[in-house]
């Protein structure tokens, strides 16, 4: 048995109306007046729902504004990387070519240093080819020297005669 009451009235049902008097409205208690079931106010629930409604409203346009500046930060951002994408694209080029152009400045290098060596060779065999013929000179002009002051005609009999007389019999030999 349940007690059920609407507005000012109260009325005991028996169990099998539950549901019946549920539909109506009424508020169901159970005997020891323990609310089973309360229907709810219409005018507070619909009071809730504009609220709610409209707190929804208020978020979906501020979701609308974030979407919107998303989109154009997405754009803005897009833009960035495609010139980013660019600059490395030149980048990378300008650094294979810079790669290129160390490799041929090196092998230049490396034939610089062959020839620069071979020039430094060729300098020192030159040093040593003009200290002989400067010393084949300075024999020569101390011949004639000789031959101008001795009257001789062969400059090497005046070489002869100028060296020592042990020397002179080695040569002989």
Known sequence: MYKVEKKNRVLRIPDEKFDEYKKM??????????????????????????????????????????????????????????????????????????DKKIAELQKENDELKAKLEEATLYAENADKKIAELQKENDKLKAAVQAQSATG???PAETEKKQQPKAQRKLSRR
């Open 25 to 98: 409205g009424y508020i169901i208690r159970d005997e020891n007046d323990n609310v089973l079931f309360e229907p709810e106010n219409i005018k507070a629930t619909a009071e809730k729902l504009k609220k709610e409604n409209d707190e929804l409203k208020a978020k979906l346009e501020e979701a609308t504004l974030y979407a919107e500046n998303a989109d154009k930060k997405i754009a803005e951002l897009q833009k960035e990387n495609d010139e980013l994408k660019a600059k490395l694209e030149e980048a990378t080029l300008y650094a294979e070519n810079a």
């Open 152 to 154: 001789d005609a062969d």
